[in-house]
């Protein structure tokens, strides 16, 4: 990667959204560049009735994230530090870019993929427990390894890993601050697939693809239905599941995918 280079790479194609981030000779450290470049990137992303899915990953091979930047970021985000440039300036005047990089508290419920492509360490780790589908190379590592820096995973894992794993695995991930290997995290639920490492990105994308098949809104608001009546109680899941379904109704494509079938050809879906 030259200096020229943006720290994230975007592109989208045939209803997926492909975000790369893009330091690997940073083991793609979360620069105040690539944070505000996310926060724009899922911006475009929501908005666009094109996209179904995204598909996530990190360039080279050594690493999916390491997380924040020690040098750049993580001064800037503890204050002990001015910012220097462009980027740094952005960054520096709205911190919450950070977290809405890494999909904490993201206000959007499309599917996002993604391939695991090496380590994923810290906030890199949080950036994969805030995606949907978890797709490791068998090389690879995961952890959230801030205690161990004296900082905490205040990136929205220490809400989510009890809900996406056991208790004391969740507690051993947080507090033990040791990464685990691709065979771990696949036995304890953390990933979906474990594959070689050259074949990652084939089998993030094949399972992207199958989600971008399906109807734009169907596919979010399922996705919202799931998210937001986690944790509650049968009668308010089932108010929240019970809104997505009315919502998802209202549109045309609901009406076009049993049309489709009925008439044996496939749905064409916009979105409406």
């Known amino acids: 990667m030259t200096d020229a280079e943006p720290h994230v790479l975007y592109e989208k194609r045939d209803g997926i ?3 790369t981030l893009n330091r690997p000779d940073k083991r793609n450290a979360f620069s105040p560049e690539m ?7 899922w911006k475009d992303a929501a908005e666009d009735r094109e996209v179904r899915v995204a598909l996530v990953t990190g360039a080279g091979d050594q690493a999916f994230s390491s997380g924040g930047d020690l040098g750049t970021t993580i001064p800037l985000m503890m204050r002990t530090r001015e910012p220097v440039g462009e980027w740094e300036v952005r960054f520096a005047a709205d911190r919450k870019q950070l977290y809405r990089a890494i999909l904490r508290g993201a206000d959007f419920f499309k599917p996002v993929v993604v391939a695991i492509n090496g380590h994923a360490l810290a906030g890199g780790a949080e950036f994969v427990l805030a995606t949907d589908i978890r797709v490791m190379s068998s090389d690879a590592t995961i952890g959230v390894t801030e205690v161990r820096r004296g900082l905490i ?3 929205g894992s220490l809400v989510r890993l009890a809900r996406q794993v056991p208790w004391a695995m969740a ?10 290997s691709a065979q771990a995290a696949l036995a304890m639920g953390l990933v979906n697939r474990v594959v070689a490492s050259d074949q990652v990105m084939a089998a993030a994308e094949e ?3 199958k989600i971008s098949l399906g109807a734009p809104v169907a ?7 799931m998210v937001r009546s986690n944790g509650l109680s049968f009668d308010e899941a089932f108010a929240i599941e019970a809104q997505c379904t009315k919502d998802n109704a209202a549109t045309d494509d609901a009406k076009e995918g049993p049309r489709a079938f009925m008439q044996k050809r496939p749905p064409v ?3 409406r």
């Open 153 to 155: 995973a205040g990136g």
């Open 17 to 19: 959204a492909y975000v």
């Open 207 to 209: 399972l992207a693809r």
């Open 269 to 271: 879906f916009t979105g």
């Open 35 to 41: 944070l505000v470049r996310l926060c724009d990137i």
């Open 219 to 225: 596919l979010a608001k399922s996705k919202e239905a």
């Open 171 to 180: 507690m051993e991930l947080a507090l033990v601050g040791e990464p685990v």
